[in-house]
């Protein structure tokens, strides 16, 4: 009996992260009106995951911003119809203009916050997504924020928090989508959290981490599947994705398990630092060859939980213009003067970024804790006034 080909990969109407993790890349479902979440530890793949989309929106003429906290994406600007802003530190942006000149565009843009300040990187994030949202542009922009932890964060309501979470609730209906990228869910805010369609999870194993997972990715009551994704994200090996995502993979059990493509074509700039002895000479050395890719047993035991026919995706007409068109301008963004910035750092707070390794265990369950301090000072004052009434007694 004759195999069936395999289908074209990648195809000319989806968004293809892998062999079997696609999404229609137009129409009222396109991914880039969702918000998706992108999590794993570091070194786990989640950045290389962000950059195969913005190479996929490329391809199909799709519209993205991207704010790059950790440069990790210096080489997406090398593909056409993508440029890349860097501001020095004592320079801004001036965000609604940036919002005006993505309209009469087709380009995308790659914005490298690193190097500044936290609290300026958290200002230019929330006023780029105001101005967006007032925008109102009528086409298709999906807006990619690496280190969300640091914009939305369980604690703490910076500057960036309020103009991120109304993007996230609202920007759908404005052909709007995000993509919150981060290696530590348990330090998102779960307002933000609970506005993503799409998770995207790579190996995680802190366990609040994992907790934070369970809250968001439950679904019926079935606890025996949500102990089986969980077990298969703390045991992903490099470049494997649980991939969760109810409005896309009804037909296939709510999720899929898939390595996400390796054949990138921008060179992708957030590698770790390959650390060496000092001991061992350069001929000595040999080179390191990552593994070749191995299905995580606990991982791929989840797919007799989901149907294994192929999704249709219907092919629709774009809701919103993404295709570039003759008539827009092909002016980009780098004739944009950054402006002078007069923010200066002493004049802002800070805003802690959250660390849920700072939460004290010790704590009890009951939250009323504030009888301690009170007790202990009133201890404290009645041992005074009994030892005073004792002196007295013995000068009589």
Known sequence: MATQPKEAFPTPSEVCLGQKLRFPAYGEDSLI???????????????????????EFHRLGLQFVCFDALNAHGGIDSLPRVESLKPDVGQSIDMKSLVDRLKTTDKSLVISLGGLPLVKQQELIGDYCEALIEARLGKGVHTIIEECQDFVP???????????????????ALGYGASL????????????????????????????????????LSFGTDKRL??????????????????????????????????????????????NVDVQS?????????????????AVSSASE???FARQSSPTMPSASPAFSTHPTGHL??????????????????????????????ELDIIPENKNTLWVPVAAVGGVGLTAALMMVVMKGFTR
């Open 33 to 55: 009106s969702n918000v998706l979440f992108i999590t794993g530890k570091r070194g786990s793949g989640k950045s290389w995951t962000a950059g195969v989309m913005m190479e």
């Open 154 to 172: 369980q604690m703490g309501r910076p500057i960036s928090y309020d103009p991120i979470v109304r993007l996230c609730k609202l920007g759908r």
């Open 181 to 216: 990228v981060s290696q530590r869910p348990a330090g998102v805010n779960k307002e933000a959290l609970s506005q993503a369609s799409v998770y995207l999870v790579h190996n995680v194993i802190n366990n609040r981490d994992l907790k934070t997972l369970d809250e968001q």
């Open 226 to 271: 949500i102990k089986k994704i969980l077990n298969g994200i703390a045991s992903a090996r490099k470049g494997e994705c649980v991939a969760y995502a109810p409005e896309f993979f009804r037909d296939r059990g709510y999720l899929v398990i898939d390595k996400v493509r390796g054949d990138r074509q921008a060179e992708h700039t957030g590698h």
């Open 278 to 294: 000092s001991m061992i000479s350069q001929s000595e050395s040999s080179d390191s060859v990552d593994e070749p890719f191995e």
């Open 302 to 304: 989840l797919s007799h």
């Open 329 to 358: 301008s092909q002016g980009g963004f780098q004739d944009m003067a950054l402006t002078e910035d007069r923010w200066e750092a002493s004049d802002l707070e800070p805003s802690l970024e959250y660390d849920s390794e700072m």
